[in-house]
T-cell receptor
């Protein structure tokens, strides 16, 4: 069984540009989460999908961030326009069911905004 | 509000030494889950253990053991006879039993095992 995959692994862009991160969860996992770790700080929750519906996007920093999960399969996270403080590692995780179920994480996308 | 504190930023030990990684949490929920994840140099977060708030039994898995104490809101992780392959960043996390079940992470502890 394939794990959670994320693309790209690294992205370096200039301030003001747009970047789209992709996450492919484990097949059959309805729950998909995005997290972000800014250097040296804790990994912070961004948002949660159940299938194609956003259940909780309370962690999204601002309206420059847009997440989608069309068809309830893969998800994209777009940052437009990117700012310096958006640099960090963006993790995606998926789980089957909730109630404290284990979340399986992808390797993350390291985003650097210059 | 939920909060997880990992006061140890970095720890270095010599191979075969035992090491304990501390984790203290805060939550108002009576039902919650605690987790430990390992992040090796490859970057992905690898699940190690989950414990629910009603189960205070300590757990041992090979060289790994976990000590959950509700009285002190702690969920510490001990590696016995450390090995170089244990070098990684270790994250403690908390989730609610209800709602989104998103994880609240600590800042992580970087463990370096010196051969």
């Amino acid at each position: 069984e394939a794990g959670v995959t994320q693309f790209p692994s690294h992205s370096v862009i200039e301030k003001g540009q747009t970047v789209t991160l992709r996450c492919d969860p484990i097949s059959g996992h309805d729950n998909l989460y995005w997290y972000r770790r800014v250097m040296g700080k804790e990994i912070k929750f961004l948002l949660h999908f159940v299938k194609e519906s956003k259940q909780d996007e309370s962690g999204m920093p601002n309206n420059r961030f847009l997440a989608e999960r069309t068809g309830g399969t893969y998800s994209t996270l777009k940052v437009q326009p990117a700012e310096l403080e958006d640099s960090g590692v963006y993790f995606c995780a998926s789980s089957h069911g909730r109630g404290g179920r284990e979340q399986f994480f992808g390797p993350g996308t390291r985003l650097t905004v210059l | 509000a939920q909060k997880v504190t990992q006061a140890q930023t970095e720890i270095s030990v010599v191979e075969k030494e035992d090491v304990t990684l501390d984790c203290v949490y805060e939550t108002r929920d009576t039902t919650y889950y605690l987790f430990w994840y390992k992040q090796p140099p490859s970057g992905e977060l690898v699940f190690l253990i989950r414990r629910n708030s009603f189960d205070e039994q300590n757990e041992i898995s090979g060289r790994y053991s976990w000590n959950f104490q509700k009285s002190t809101s702690s969920f510490n992780f001990t590696i016995t006879a450390s090995q170089v392959v244990d070098s990684a960043v270790y994250f403690c996390a908390l989730s609610e039993a209800w709602g989104a079940n998103n994880l609240f992470f600590g800042t992580g502890t970087r463990l370096t095992v010196i051969p």
